[in-house]
């Protein structure tokens, strides 16, 4: 008790303002959810009532004083959800301008600054060049980082959503006095609170005194069914405890007296509230593998980039020399455009999606679904419809299920159905207006609505007023009300309740034509329906009548409900109905898809074990009778390592009765055990189970406002089938996103290795730092954004979900940098060396030639013919031939645009019906168009207007490349010379 | 639920965690499969062979595309000629002796008059250029087409087919060999040169008609005097400091052995033998111990002159000290 009360304590001093425990803000953040996680654990609902009031200092009808509360609300804080600690935007900004290659362009652009100082302080007329292409660096570096700044800074708006949940003013007694607009975030512990029927409970409470009082639990539970709460005996779990009333649970019936235990953050829902606002989401699968990606590339550019530079400098190069090369290394190594293509291509699969009704909040989401090995339901609302049916009825011994065809035909002169319609139509709390509308608890509702399409129930009622009536409560477990029958001038008693209380009360049946007595054999037979109807996890209700004697009850009779003058006994049975949440239609198509694609689907629900099973059972999640099923109680008892033992023993689990944190230790032991899940679920009680998962699924017209604010995919037709659709995208994504950094990083190696050539073999420069830009930023891009939108190659929901699958494998590395990106290189130097020559400079003169080449002072380099050239004259040459090694870059890019397009199958095959795509080369041919003939641009990017026929160097090679790899992919499929292509470069 | 655990031991066991090392070296040479580096033996002799193969075949299609390329050129001849090829047809200025290319981009010219080993320096770069022109007449060991050259004038007929002009760098006194180009006597020699450019041809300055307003007064008064003469086929040559000071402290400038390239030189065709024509500059007196900015341009109808791209024009500088 002791350590209890003093781990109460040092939560709720955590959550005072003013950060009483001086920690840094992100210390505190971070200290508050980890205490978040853990289960409340408070005895203040099974301690008597007269030790809680002094424990909370308040007395039972004055309330507290007004200076007492001042004071505790001082202390404490207000009754309100803080929001969690959030960077400011300046912070991510900065992030996001120094994540991935962004340090490495930095580090470029500083190098092309501090090149430009040294020159414009060593000599008189230095060119700007350098200082040209480092703003150019900066630029893109700033662009690029503005872009992702965007992606990530989204402020939090869960609190926001949390927060209206919360009611303005309560009634509250303070100094005796009942205040009706006491603000609610004025409340402290220890202050007496009134709520009504409609009210919003405005903070934990212990109910003291109340008459018929019951709450809508679903913002903790999901489940929206009103459960009464009194002064009673508490249970140990707080979330059961049929005293207590929680924060923000609407009454929707009667009235409860309370004293307030626990105020803000530190009640059930401010800690769900302050987890779901303060977990961080893993990083989904795809980042996380884009960031180790990223890091290799850095790691390798600027080791490269180191030995350069020492070597260069060892060499004795001088230090203008060495950052020239240093730069062209850091910018060629860097796929600059890898980032965009991703973000570009995982946009227009979410457009896609919306046309699907599927919302996606958080891009990377998409394709972490594809990769997803767990799905964690919710029940309530998600796999069901959130409304109650009757499924079932068993009257004159048999039983019927009301989906079937023949049900219409069978029941047309059933008199039992007759007076089971008027029974259930009777014997209701629930009202129906005008306009036909009914409202009621959901039961009620659903059997009015039941009955509704085979009589005018309202008519029933008007010729059948109600006299008097025994409202539900739980002792009793039945509803009685008496009707006057103005024909026949008889009272009609009708009752409704737990077919245990009824069928006892019960001497006769109605049977199709005539009434009988109940006999053992009848009754057994209703019993075993019971049982039946219970098993498949139907509420069961029991209906029975009792037409009084006119002789013994006239017209007039006073029934009095409290003091009975009425007979409850030897009643007529009429029925016994079974309700249901139903699962929806698709449901279990769809779980059987996701199942087929190797995704496991668990059920984690609010709902009793029995219920849930069946649900269970029914939608397929469930194949056997004996499935485990886990309760919250079971859970609360269980470690971690348990947990996940018993994750990984039974592929088949059902979650019954958990409470928030739980589903979120769910999400978190099955991501422990290196899964990929994603939650499901619609209810306030899922937001933290769906922050933390990798990806959170919300249901766009059921699902509550902070389950849609915490989900990274919304599901905007409530349609579980989506999800299937989702994980088809997310795996096809995927294997079109492997093609996409394919071409990317295909580009790379002309990139690279003409900055080697250019140091080890001194030729003039043959591709400039702008013309890599150009490549990686502009022409690339379209057609690898375009390769997402490839058809899948195969059947993707016939294999596993991805586990050791990495986006960028070292078979595609092994085909790049050793295959594909080689074969581009030497159609890049081709042209190169065919325009030095077609200008007098044979490929042996150029060897070496570069201290001459790059020399301002030395304005007469003579070419293998003879001719002297200017330093204008061949920095003109060099462009011109860097302009021909772009044009050859982007033919070959052309060509393997459409050698991309398959990893497996022929291109012959495939055709070239990717629309997008054709564009796309279409478009890459008309940048670099642009790039080298319009005026001015091509002065800006430092390129040429080439002669047309240069165009076509490297034609050759692209057919070539064509061939090789055409003929590669008939030996992965052939599995030729021992699958050996298939070893090496299958990616 | 202890039982339970010990239960979940039998199912729950992780792979035996290798420290990094260790599995580092695993990867080096890993005994029990005999794999090195992650591959065995044979299969770093296929992966090899494959590459060898594959590489192979590449280098060999890019050789033979080159070969099929080099058929369709000229080996005397450029492809793309003046105007049609990027060097133009705007010839810039060269200079000899010029500073060592390893020394960067420096186009100062400085010595110490007094300094023996000084001035070699530099006249043995000039010897090094002007060995070409030095190799006449047939023999061994000589530069081919060197027999091909004839001596030319303004009024010398055309040239045989395979005859190239001399340029008698014996005849350029004071600037000789023997005199180490008047190093020593503080008043260096510097060579210019045209670029060549296939088939260029100037069109030169030959009378007095529209001469360009910034040219110098004195080649002016120098075109007046060859006026109408065939020898004023030249393209002129004109040397001047670059700044008011640079003009004070070049002093007397004398142009060997005529003001200019004689036109007879061009057009430049690649014959063998060809030699560019010189101009040697003589600084009779520059001043001594300051920097002198100096830039010469050619000059003739079709030469466009730009400072900044140094078309038609070649800078240096001249620093002679003498301590």
């Known amino acids: ?987 | 639920m202890a039982d339970k655990t010990k239960v979940a031991e039998q199912y729950y066991a992780p792979p035996p965690d290798l420290g990094k090392w260790e599995a580092f070296r695993i990867f080096l040479y890993n005994s029990e499969t005999g794999q090195f580096l992650g591959r065995t033996g044979s299969s770093w002799a296929k992966i090899l062979l494959f590459y060898l193969i594959f590489y192979a075949a590449l280098v060999g299609f890019f050789a033979a595309m080159l070969a099929i390329f080099y058929q369709t050129l000229d080996a005397k001849m450029p492809k793309w000629q003046l105007d049609g090829s990027i060097i133009g047809s705007n010839p810039g200025l060269g200079f000899r002796p010029m500073p060592d290319s390893a020394n960067v981009e420096s186009t100062l010219i400085y010595y110490k008059a007094n300094d023996k080993g000084s001035v070699l320096k530099w006249a043995k770069v000039i010897d090094e250029f002007l060995e070409q022109y030095r190799k006449k007449g047939s023999g061994s060991g000589e530069a081919s087409g060197a027999e091909n050259r004839v001596p030319c004038s303004p009024t010398s007929g055309a040239l045989g087919e395979k005859q190239v002009c001399d340029v008698p760098i014996d005849e350029f006194h004071p600037c000789t060999a023997a005199n180490q180009y008047n190093y020593e006597a503080a008043g260096p020699c510097v060579f210019l040169k045209l670029n060549k450019i296939f088939n260029w041809q100037p069109k030169p300055y030959n009378n007095t008609e529209d001469l360009p307003g910034n040219m110098p007064e004195d080649l002016k008064s120098h075109i007046k005097m060859v006026s109408g003469k065939p020898e004023a086929n030249t393209v002129w040559v004109s040397c001047e400091g670059e700044n008011p000071a640079d003009v004070e402290n070049i002093g007397p400038v004398q142009y060997i052995p005529r003001r200019g390239f004689p036109s007879y030189y061009y057009p430049f065709t690649n014959k063998e033998g060809y030699l560019s024509p010189l101009v040697a500059v003589l600084f009779e007196k520059p001043r001594t111990g300051v920097l002198i900015n100096i830039e010469c341009k050619a000059w003739a109808k079709n030469i466009f002159y730009d400072r900044y791209e140094r078309r038609g024009s070649v800078h240096f500088e001249l620093m002679v000290d003498r301590s």
């Not at chain 1, 994540?99 to 007329?125: D, H, Q, R, V």
């Not at chain 1, 199709?512 to 019993?527: F, G, N, Q």
């Not at chain 1, 002309?750 to 080890?760: A, K, M, R, T």
């Not at chain 1, 490349?961 to 010379?977: A, G, H, S």
């Open chain 1, 1 to 987: 008790m002791n350590s209890k009360s003093s781990s109460l304590s040092s939560i709720s001093d955590l959550f005072r303002p003013n950060n009483p425990k001086r920690l840094r803000s992100r210390d505190l953040s971070s200290t508050r959810l980890s205490v978040l996680k853990k289960e409340i654990q408070t005895d203040m609902h099974l301690i008597p009532l007269k030790d809680l009031f002094v424990l909370l200092g308040t007395d039972p009808v004055q309330g507290l004083t007004s200076t007492r509360a001042a004071e505790l609300l001082e202390y404490y804080g207000p009754n309100t959800l803080t929001p969690a600690t959030q960077y400011g935007w300046p912070k991510v900004l900065f992030k996001s301008l120094c994540t991935g290659f962004s340090i490495l362009i930095w580090l470029g652009a500083s190098l092309c600054l501090i090149a430009y100082l040294i020159e414009i302080s060593t000599k008189p007329n230095a060119s700007s060049d350098n200082l040209y292409l480092g703003c150019v660096l900066i630029a893109v570096d700033v662009i690029c980082g503005l872009f992702s700044f965007y992606q990530n800074y989204k402020s939090s708006k869960i609190m926001k959503t949390f927060n209206n949940m919360i009611p303005q003013y309560s009634n509250c007694i303070r100094d005796g006095v009942l205040n009706s607009e006491t603000q609610v975030h004025d409340l402290v512990k220890g202050d007496l609170v009134q709520v009504k029927i409609g009210d919003v409970v405005p903070a934990d409470i212990r109910i003291i005194n109340s008459k018929g009082f019951k709450v809508d639990n679903s913002s903790l539970t999901g489940e929206s069914v009103a459960v009464p709460r009194s002064n009673s005996e508490g249970t140990a779990n707080i979330l059961e405890s049929p005293n207590v009333a929680f924060f923000s649970t609407q009454c929707v019936e009667g009235w409860a007296l309370g004293v307030v235990m626990c105020c803000g953050d530190l009640t059930a829902l401010g800690r769900v509230a302050g987890l779901a606002a303060r977990l961080q989401p893993a990083p989904s699968p795809l980042s996380r593998e884009i960031i180790r990606f990223m890091r290799y590339v850095s790691a390798w550019a600027l080791l490269l980039g180191l030995f350069i530079a020492g070597s260069s400098i060892v060499l004795g190069y001088p230090f203008m020399q060495t950052t020239v090369f240093v730069i062209g290394i850091i910018v060629a190594n860097v796929p600059e455009g890898l980032q965009p293509t991703i973000t570009a291509a995982l946009t227009l699969t979410a457009q896609h999606m919306i046309k699907k009704n599927c919302l996606v909040k958080n891009l990377e989401a998409i394709e972490a679904l594809g990769a997803c090995t767990t799905i964690c339901s919710d029940k309530t609302g998600t796999l069901t419809e959130n409304k109650m049916c009757v499924q079932h009825i068993w009257m004159a011994n048999a039983s019927y299920f009301v989906m079937e065809p023949e049900f219409n035909s069978l029941i047309q002169h059933n008199l039992a159905f007759r007076d089971l319609k008027n029974c259930g139509a009777l014997c209701s709390t629930a009202t129906i207006n005008t306009t036909g509308e009914i409202h009621g608890d959901a039961s009620e509702t659903a059997i009015l609505n039941f009955f509704g399409k085979y009589d005018d129930l309202k008519s029933i009622r008007k010729i059948l007023p109600k006299v008097a009536e025994i409202p539900f409560n739980s002792v009793n477990k039945y509803q009685v009300s008496v009707h006057l029958n103005s024909v026949t001038s008889t009272y009609l008693v009708v009752m409704k309740g737990a077919p245990e209380c009824i069928l006892t009360r019960c001497t006769t049946i109605a049977l199709e034509k005539k009434d009988a007595s109940l006999t053992t054999e009848i009754r057994k037979a209703a019993d075993t329906a019971c049982d039946n109807l219970a098993n498949t996890g139907e509420r069961i209700l029991a209906f029975a009548d009792l037409i009084l004697d006119p002789a013994k009850y006239p017209l007039n009779y006073n029934f009095d409900t409290d003091n009975l003058n009425f007979p409850l006994e030897k009643l007529r049975l009429l029925g016994i109905m079974g309700l249901m949440d139903p699962p929806r239609k698709e449901v279990r198509r769809s779980i059987e898809r996701v199942r087929e694609a190797g995704v496991r689907v668990m059920m984690i629900t609010g709902d009793h074990p029995a219920t849930a099973r069946a649900i269970a059972l029914e939608v397929g999640i469930a194949t056997t009778e004996n499935c485990h099923v886990l309760t919250g109680s079971d859970l609360r008892n269980m470690t971690p390592d348990l947990l996940n033992w018993t994750l990984e023993k039974h592929y088949e689990i059902v979650f019954a009765r958990t409470s928030p944190t739980q589903k979120l230790q769910i999400v978190e032991a099955c991501q422990r055990s290196g899964g990929v899940v994603a939650v499901t679920g619609d209810g306030v009680n899922d937001a933290p189970a769906l922050r933390r998962a990798d990806i959170g699924i919300s249901m766009g017209i059921t699902g509550s406002q902070v389950s849609k604010q915490t989900a990274d995919i919304i599901l905007m037709d409530d349609n579980f089938a989506t999800i299937v659709t989702g994980i088809e995208e997310g795996r096809k994504i995927f294997d079109n996103l492997k093609k996409s950094v394919c071409y990317i990083l295909i580009s790379n190696v002309p990139e690279i290795l003409p900055v080697l050539v250019f140091i080890l073999f001194s030729v003039p420069l043959p591709l400039g730092v702008m013309t890599i830009l150009c490549v990686d930023l502009g022409t690339d891009m379209w057609p690898a954004v375009s390769l997402a939108h490839e058809p899948a190659e195969s059947d993707v929901m016939a294999r596993p979900p991805r586990t050791s699958d990495p986006l960028v494998s070292s078979r595609m590395l092994t085909l790049v940098y050793g295959h594909l990106g080689l074969i581009e290189f030497t159609a890049g130097m081709f042209a190169y060396f065919i325009v030095m020559a077609e200008h007098g400079f044979y490929p042996a003169e150029l060897f070496g030639i570069r201290r001459y080449w790059d020399n301002e002072a030395i304005n007469d380099v003579r070419d293998s013919l003879g001719q002297e050239w200017t330093y204008a004259e061949r920095k003109e040459l060099e462009r011109a031939c860097q302009a021909t090694y772009f044009v050859a870059v982007v033919v070959m890019q052309i060509t393997n645009g459409i050698i991309c397009k398959t990893r497996y199958n022929s291109l012959f095959h495939i055709g070239m019906r990717n629309k997008v795509l054709n564009f796309g080369l279409l478009f890459e041919f008309a940048l670099s168009c642009m790039i080298c003939y319009i005026p001015g641009v091509n002065n800006f990017f430092r390129t040429y207007p080439l002669r047309w026929r240069w165009w076509f160097l490297a034609l050759p090679f692209s057919v070539l490349m064509f061939i090789f790899d055409e003929l590669r992919k008939y030996c992965i499929r052939r599995k030729m010379f021992g699958g050996w292509f298939n070893k090496l470069t299958y990616y």
